[in-house]
């Protein structure tokens, strides 16, 4: 089998470092993210201020640092949402009837049918804006694809032979549902879901760059890079550093989810 490559393991420290400044950013940056020094507006980088400062003085460093929980908050957050109600969706449609499978799917196609941030400007429409209605919105739009993802798995396990013994045994359909199929319907939708998290990260970013995510003054990369393109010509790192850690936390999630699939199909190893 195929060993790991050093790219995996980096991608996942990149991930554990993310993941420990979203739990205590104060370990990577002792500045207040919203403190406002109009004598340090749109300073470059330096001994002071790593990564410059923003418009208003504040540190760009500590913003995209304390930023870190609300982005992955909206990759990660509406992911859940989707597979929670998506994989219940999909997992009726599996064992359901005729009737109730046509219905999911045929709902299911007209989700489809939509552009994922198409989708979620709808859901934001309706419901308002804001950090937690984003998240709402991405993983509402993300619901329809993982219905079919775990109602295709459903079929596959219910016909399994395990769970045919099960039957035979006499355990109850509730149980046979809980212990055999779930679990085992639900697990590769779980890695490819990992992958979907990058996805759903940049939607949200994309939502903040709109004035439809996480609101000002509070820190979030998406937002950060809104603001920045009207100072891009005089202020290069207010823009560069906030999509740089939009781009290297994609290609984290994205490179280890793939390599979680790999091992999955057993064509690499740890």
Do not use: C
Not at 23 to 40: E, I, Y
Not at 117 to 136: E, F, Q
Not at 172 to 201: D, E, F, Q, Y
């Amino acid at each position: 089998m195929k060993r790991l490559r050093p790219g995996v393991w980096l991608a996942a420290a990149v991930l554990a470092v993310l993941v420990l400044a979203a739990v205590a950013p104060h370990l990577f940056s002792a500045q207040d993210p919203l403190a406002v020094d109009s004598a340090q507006t749109l300073r470059p980088p330096s001994a002071a201020h790593l990564l410059g400062t923003d418009e208003n003085g504040r540190d760009v460093l500590a913003r995209i640092v304390h930023g870190t929980r609300t982005s992955l908050l909206l990759g990660f957050g509406a992911i859940a949402i989707a597979l929670v109600f998506g994989g219940l969706l999909g997992l009726a449609a599996g064992l359901g009837n005729r009737i109730v499978e046509n219905v999911i799917m045929r709902l299911s196609d007209i989700g489809l049918a939509f552009p994922e941030l198409l989708l979620a400007l709808v859901v934001i429409t309706v419901a308002g804006g804001g950090t937690s209605n984003a998240v709402l919105a991405i993983g509402v739009a993300n619901i329809p694809g993982y219905a079919r993802l775990v109602r295709a798995q459903t079929l596959a396990v219910r016909r399994a032979g395990y769970v045919e013994a099960a039957h035979a045994l006499g355990l109850s359909g509730p149980r046979v549902v809980l212990r055999h199929i779930l679990p085992n319907a639900i697990k590769p939708v779980l890695i490819l879901a990992t992958i979907g998290v990058g996805t759903a990260l940049v939607a949200g970013s994309a939502l903040s760059f709109l004035g439809l995510g996480t609101p000002p003054p509070e820190p979030e990369w998406g937002s950060m890079l809104s603001t920045a393109r009207n100072f891009i010509s005089r202020a290069w790192w207010y823009g560069v550093f906030p999509g740089a850690a939009i781009t290297l936390t994609v290609i984290s999630v994205t490179v280890v989810g793939r390599a979680l699939r790999l091992r999955s199909e057993g064509r690499t190893s740890w």
